[in-house]
């Protein structure tokens, strides 16, 4: 069983930076879709940035040129580097995972199988 693990979690004022990382049980390099999805206050859960088994990235349009989704494949780890935060990044931020044989990963969390329990995220203005 798959199992991920999320840490970076804080509280930050807004245009500052934090780095989220998760750590799985096993090797994800090969056969899986990786991915961070967040869900703030009375909101639903939405995807932030998913990368493919073949690499390939794919982000919100909330976050583009802010957010860089990142693995080291050796280490087992994903990352989510998020710059210049803003208040409505505020929210509770989960790692997922899925077993994928295309190109591209879904950014849908309908598509995931494997979460973690999330790290809290606080962007004050």
């Known amino acids: 069983q798959l199992k991920l693990v999320e840490s970076g979690g804080g509280s930050v004022q807004a245009g500052g930076s934090l780095r989220l990382s998760c750590v799985a049980s096993?090797?994800?390099?090969?056969?899986?879709?990786m991915g961070w999805f967040r869900q703030g206050p009375g909101n639903q859960r939405e995807g932030v940035a998913v990368?493919?088994?073949?690499?390939?990235?794919t982000y919100a349009d909330s976050v583009k040129s802010r957010f860089i989704i990142s693995k080291d494949d050796a280490k087992n780890n994903l990352y989510l580097h998020m710059n210049n935060l803003k208040p409505e990044d505020t929210a509770r931020y989960y790692c997922?995972?899925?077993?994928?044989?295309?190109?591209?990963?879904?950014?849908?969390?309908?598509?995931?199988?494997?979460w973690g329990q999330g790290t809290q995220v606080n962007v004050s203005s």
């Open positions: 990368v493919s088994r073949t690499g390939r990235t």
């Open positions: 997922a995972a899925t077993m994928c044989g295309g190109e591209w990963a879904p950014l849908v969390s309908r598509s995931y199988t494997y």
């Open positions: 096993e090797y994800t390099h090969t056969g899986f879709c």
